[in-house]
């Protein structure tokens, strides 16, 4: 099976050493790219053809998220959205469903676990809107 595609945006630069690190370390996942604004996010999704987007929150928190979430989610309909808090300490994962689902307690094996049991599996190339063919 092919390794799930990451794409790591606007992490202070400790968080996303230990989310790099944790997943790098699993022959599962594979971080394709990491982008420190919230306009090189949606590009760097489209180029690696990203499962998942693990983003960090801005200095405003939370309130600032909805917009890039919505857009990833309207442009990428199968992309997984991961938002971390700046401490890394809460998550929350966003699919295009009316629902984000709250991780709980974060921490490197949570986030490896969330990832697994959420990320699109067995999607057939000719079907997966990233496919190169």
């Not at 790098?24 to 090189?40: I, K, N, S, W």
């Not at 499962?51 to 405003?60: K, P, R, S, T, Y």
Request: hydrophobic share 45%; glycine share 8%.
């Amino acid at each position: 099976m092919a390794p799930t595609r990451v794409v790591l945006g606007m992490m202070p630069p400790l968080l996303g050493d230990i989310i790099r690190e944790t997943l790098t370390h699993q022959t599962d996942f594979e971080v394709l790219a990491e982008v420190a604004t919230p306009g090189e996010i949606a590009p760097a999704v489209q180029r690696s053809g990203a499962h998942v987007a693990i983003v960090g929150l801005a200095a405003d928190g939370w309130s600032s998220l909805g917009g890039l979430v919505q857009d990833l989610l309207a442009h990428h309909p199968r992309l997984m959205v991961i938002a971390l808090s700046s401490d890394g300490r809460t998550g929350y994962v966003y699919q295009l469903q009316p629902r984000a689902i709250a991780i709980g307690d974060m921490s490197p094996s949570s986030l490896v676990r969330t990832i697994r049991a959420m990320a699109p599996k067995d999607v057939h190339p000719a079907l997966h809107p990233f496919s190169a063919d």
